[in-house]
């Protein structure tokens, strides 16, 4: 899966109704929290096979932080 | 993790019980600091709605007498033919003696049969069918598993940050049969307890003995229970999803195959996203028990099926994986069939 491919998956499962890019700031984000967190750690054990620790991602301040977890695995 | 194949044990029925009171959130203006529409927004992800609490008087002990004085009755049963009762349970009545003693009395069982208590949660159900499934293995015909919780009685879990309460109560009663024409069950287990602090009670234990300044003013006791939501999260989606496929590996049973996948009714939001990391369509996972009835725990997977598939188990033969996770850390997943047994379906206390 392609790292634009992962996102799109994350607004779908997510259901983020607005624009974002890698930049966008997750404290603004009204649909970030931790059950968009925990959706998303289960985007990446589905479909990149990456089982990433809760805390990881309690890290991340943008978008970009959250793909960046992806590291390698993308296509 | 340990993976089990278990011969000659077959399941012939179910019955579960529930108390009359029902609670519902929405009527609680005190939560969430009567923020009503955080409190939807949590009722929405999270599919809890409704929950039923027993009064001050009743036990989980009680509503599992009641399921299997029912499950006599309608089977034609006679309480002389069990041979042993397993109480599962994290309510019992009393720390000493075990409470599957005192049913022992209660349900007019032999004297020479086995009567013990096991102390699980929400993995309860399905370590209650391994536990009775091995014993039936030693030469007994019929056992009993009685598996029942109050859990609503841990009020200082949610009363503290006035966050929704869901856990609802619950008793059942499974009669377990040597059959050897049966299927075998499969079983799927592991624990963690390095994270045993993930869900617990702290106080009242032999750890931290029950001290006079451990009641609120009302006088009720404070159990300092605690349940960190996003660990709980972190630990189902690690480890659920992989013992229901390595206990479907290990069976050779295809994922097509199952009829049902009954998991613990933890919350909507958990079951929704095993079931899509484990591509399991959601109609063969259903999760409408837990709205209903609330977190019953250990009592959650014999509630849901008595609740949702009563008329599937009673009129057909049925492939079930069966997924219990959760305190401890606790997880037990098994595969077994039934063919067109006993179900009372919901009942009132």
């Given amino acids: 899966m392609k790292k634009d491919e992962f996102l799109q998956t994350m607004i779908d499962a997510i259901e983020i109704e607005e624009e974002i890019n890698e930049n966008t700031e997750l404290e603004n984000l009204e649909e970030w929290g931790s059950l968009a967190a925990v959706t998303t750690l289960a985007l990446f054990n589905k479909f990149l096979g990456l089982k990433i620790p809760a805390s990881e991602i309690k890290k991340a301040k943008t978008i970009g932080d959250i793909l960046q977890l992806g590291g390698e695995k993308y296509d | ?349």
């Fill in chain 2, 1 to 349: 993790m340990l993976q089990l194949k278990v011969n000659n044990v077959s399941i012939r029925g179910i019955s579960t019980v529930i108390p009359p009171k029902e609670l519902c959130l929405l009527d609680d203006k005190t939560l969430y600091n009567g923020d009503e529409k955080q409190l939807k927004k949590v009722m929405k992800s999270s599919g809890f709605n409704k929950r039923r609490v027993v009064d001050e008087n009743t036990t989980a002990a009680d509503l599992c007498q009641r399921a299997a004085e029912i499950l006599f009755e309608e089977m034609n049963i006679s309480p002389d033919t069990i041979d042993g009762i397993i109480f599962v349970t994290q309510t019992p009545d009393y720390y000493i003696p075990a409470t599957a003693c005192i049913l022992q009395n209660k349900l007019k069982l032999r004297n020479s049969i086995f009567a013990f208590d096991v102390n699980q949660g929400c993995a309860g159900y399905a370590y209650g069918l391994y536990i009775a499934s091995g014993l039936i293995n030693t030469g007994l015909k019929r056992i009993l598993l009685l598996v029942g919780d109050t859990s609503s009685k841990y009020t200082d879990m949610f009363r503290e940050n006035h966050s929704a309460p869901i856990f609802g109560d619950a008793g059942s009663a499974t009669l377990l049969e040597y059959n050897s024409d049966n299927e075998p069950i499969y079983f799927d287990i592991g624990t963690d307890g390095s994270n045993y602090d993930v869900i617990m009670a702290q106080n009242g234990g032999f750890r931290h003995p029950v001290k006079s300044d451990d009641f609120y003013t009302d006088g009720t006791y404070k159990y300092n229970a605690q349940m960190d939501g996003m660990r709980v999260m972190e630990f189902t989606l690690d480890k659920v999803p992989d013992s229901i496929n390595d206990v479907l590996n290990f069976s050779g049973i295809e994922k097509n195959d199952i009829d049902y996948f009954i998991l613990h009714q933890a919350n909507k939001f958990i079951l929704k996203n095993i079931a899509f990391n484990c591509d399991i369509p959601l109609e063969k996972l259903p999760f409408e028990t837990l709205s209903k009835y609330g977190n019953q725990s250990c009592t959650s997977i014999p509630c849901a099926i008595s609740d949702m598939i009563k008329d599937d188990i009673m009129n057909k033969k049925l492939k079930l994986l069966l997924s219990g996770f959760g305190i401890g850390l606790s997880w037990i997943s098994c595969i077994l069939e039934t063919n067109k047994i006993y179900c009372s379906g919901i009942r009132e206390y």
